[in-house]
Nanobody, 118 residues
């Protein structure tokens, strides 16, 4: 089973940018949907964005126009470019693969912490 490891989080001021990376231990070519989720303290884990094998993407309303998801099947990588960050984007971000963004393979990893200061 493909293992996913997230990285790229950190502390950034509001209005700044970060690029999260998700490295897969094996090929993601056959994984239809790759997704980013996030969980803020005391809140449920929410879907942030997903990308299909055909390149179709969708985003949570709260991040539309600010975040961009991409995938590089040749490198077995998935990225989340986050611009114009807001304090409410503070969360642990997780990468997952699945048949869809809601039908997931495997389990949750450790994620990567994003903290946006005001």
């Amino acid at each position: 089973q493909v293992q996913l490891v997230e990285s790229g989080g950190g502390l950034v001021q509001a209005g700044g940018s970060l690029r999260l990376s998700c490295r897969a231990s094996g090929s993601i070519f056959s994984i239809n949907t790759m997704s980013w989720y996030r969980q803020a303290p005391g809140k449920e884990r929410d879907l942030v964005a997903f990308i299909t094998s055909g390149g179709n993407t969708d985003y949570a309303e709260s991040v539309k126009g600010r975040f961009t998801i991409s995938r590089d099947n040749a490198k077995n990588m998935v990225y989340l470019q986050m611009n114009s960050l807001k304090p409410e984007d503070t969360a642990v971000y997780y990468c997952r693969g699945g048949t869809t963004a809601r039908v997931l393979f495997g389990s949750w990893g450790q994620g990567t912490q994003v903290t946006v200061s005001s």
